[in-house]
Structures are given as structure tokens and as C-alpha cells.
């Protein structure tokens, strides 16, 4: 079965533009979060997105918004970039949206903001 | 709130050592999960296992075991007889889940292993 995958691999943005990316989630698999991960830090929570719905949003701005798709993908959409917004995007399903269902990762997409 | 602390920021190692990497955890919950990941160059994050607050059995999997002791919030992993393949960061990570919040993990700031030839 294939993994979660995620497009684009790596992106470059002016500040100002805004940019979407696109995660699919593992077959079956209902539950879809987005985290970032800053170079030299760890990944930090963005949303948790179960049924097609929104269950969970982090300490991010609102220029940070996502939505689930029918078929359980996800879009991650980042408006206004700023620079600090450059890090390594991670989107990770899981079978269902509670706590002892393991989160398996995709590849990320490396977003850099000139 | 949740926090996690992996208090070794690099560690380097040579072929065949055992190394033990360190993960102190603090919450508020009765009911909560561990989990450690892999991260090698390439960036995705590898599941390696999943440890609930009820289960204290240390576990073994291969080269790899974990221990955990709930008296001392701690959840720590050891390679044993390590390899270069092993070179990765690895991140120690909490799980905190509410119905009304949903499901999010905390992670460390992560362990960069080298392990050289």
C-alpha cells in the first residue's frame, strides 16, 4: 500500500504570495494532520482534520487554514507568507482521530520563503 | 500543558556501540501516549513504536528496546550494537487528545545520532 504523499516536494515563494499543498492520506486511513517543522526543531502542530472536519488547530494565525476532501485528502493553504514560514511541511494520516492511533508521515514538502 | 525534553541535542557513537537516547516528559493526564520516531536526511518521519500510560513493560524490538518508567516521566531508547544506518534524528513525542481539541502530538526538539564507521 502506498504511504501519505505529498506534493509538491519543494516549493519557493516571494512574501506576500500565498501557496496550497496537498497531502493524500494512507488507504483508509480517516484522520489527517499538518504539522511544521522549523530546521533544528521539532515538528509542531497545526491541524487535525477527522471525517472532513476540523477537530483540532494550533498556536498558527489565521493566514494558516486547511480543509478535508471527500476522499479524506487534505489541503494545507498559507496565505500572506512571511519568511519565518520557511520549514519542512508534514502532513500524517492515521486510522482514526484519537490518541493511540499512530501517526504515519509523509516525505514533506520543503517550502522556502525569499 | 504538555512539554517533552530530550536533553541530548547530538550524540555520535562508533559502529557497534550501544547508545541510549533520553526523553522526560511532563502532562497533566492519567491516560496518555509515547511515541519515538526516526527522521532520517530524506525528512519523512518513521513510526518505531507506541507506548500508553497504563502498559510499564519495556519492550524489545530487534536492536532496538524501550524504557519506560511513569514514576520518573521518562521514556527513553536504546540501539544496541549500532549501525551507520542508524545515523538519524530521532524524536521522542506526546500524544494529547480531547474531544473537543482533538488529537496532537508533542514532540522534543529531537536527538541527532551519528554513527560512524
Known amino acids: 500500500d502506498a504511504g501519505v504523499t505529498q506534493s509538491p516536494t519543494h516549493l519557493i515563494k516571494t512574501r506576500g504570495q500565498h501557496v496550497t499543498l496537498r497531502c493524500s492520506p494512507i488507504?483508509?486511513?480517516?484522520?489527517v494532520s499538518w504539522y511544521q517543522q522549523v530546521l533544528g526543531q521539532g515538528p509542531q502542530f497545526i491541524f487535525q482534520?477527522?471525517?472532513?472536519?476540523?477537530?483540532g488547530r494550533g498556536n498558527f494565525p489565521d493566514r494558516f487554514s486547511a480543509r478535508q476532501f471527500p476522499n479524506y485528502s487534505s489541503e494545507l493553504n498559507v496565505n500572506a507568507l512571511l519568511l519565518g514560514d520557511s520549514a519542512l511541511y508534514l502532513c500524517?494520516?492515521?486510522?482514526?482521530?484519537?490518541?493511540?492511533?499512530?501517526?504515519?508521515f509523509g516525505n514533506g514538502t520543503r517550502l522556502t520563503v525569499t | 500543558a504538555q512539554k517533552v525534553t530530550q536533553a541530548q541535542t547530538e550524540i555520535s557513537v562508533v559502529e557497534k556501540e550501544d547508545v541510549t537516547l533520553d526523553c522526560v516528559y511532563e502532562?497533566?493526564?492519567?491516560?496518555?501516549?509515547l511515541f519515538w520516531y526516526k527522521q532520517p536526511p530524506s525528512g519523512e518521519l518513521v513510526f518505531l513504536i507506541r507506548?500508553?500510560?497504563?502498559?510499564?513493560q519495556n519492550e524489545i524490538s530487534g536492536r532496538y528496546s524501550w524504557n519506560f518508567q511513569k514514576s520518573t516521566s521518562s521514556f527513553n531508547f536504546t540501539i544496541t550494537a549500532s549501525q551507520v544506518v542508524d545515523s538519524a534524528v530521532y524524536f521522542c513525542?506526546?500524544?494529547?487528545?480531547?474531544?473537543?481539541?482533538?488529537?496532537?502530538?508533542?514532540f522534543g526538539e529531537g536527538t541527532q545520532l551519528t554513527v560512524n564507521p
Open positions: 500524517a494520516s492515521s486510522l482514526v482521530g484519537t490518541g493511540n492511533s499512530p501517526l504515519h
Open positions: 488507504s483508509g486511513h480517516k484522520s
Open positions: 482534520y477527522y471525517e472532513k472536519e476540523e477537530r
Open positions: 502532562t497533566r493526564d492519567t491516560t496518555y501516549y
Open positions: 507506548r500508553n500510560s497504563f502498559d510499564e
Open positions: 513525542a506526546l500524544n494529547y487528545f480531547q474531544e473537543t481539541s482533538g488529537s496532537r502530538l508533542t
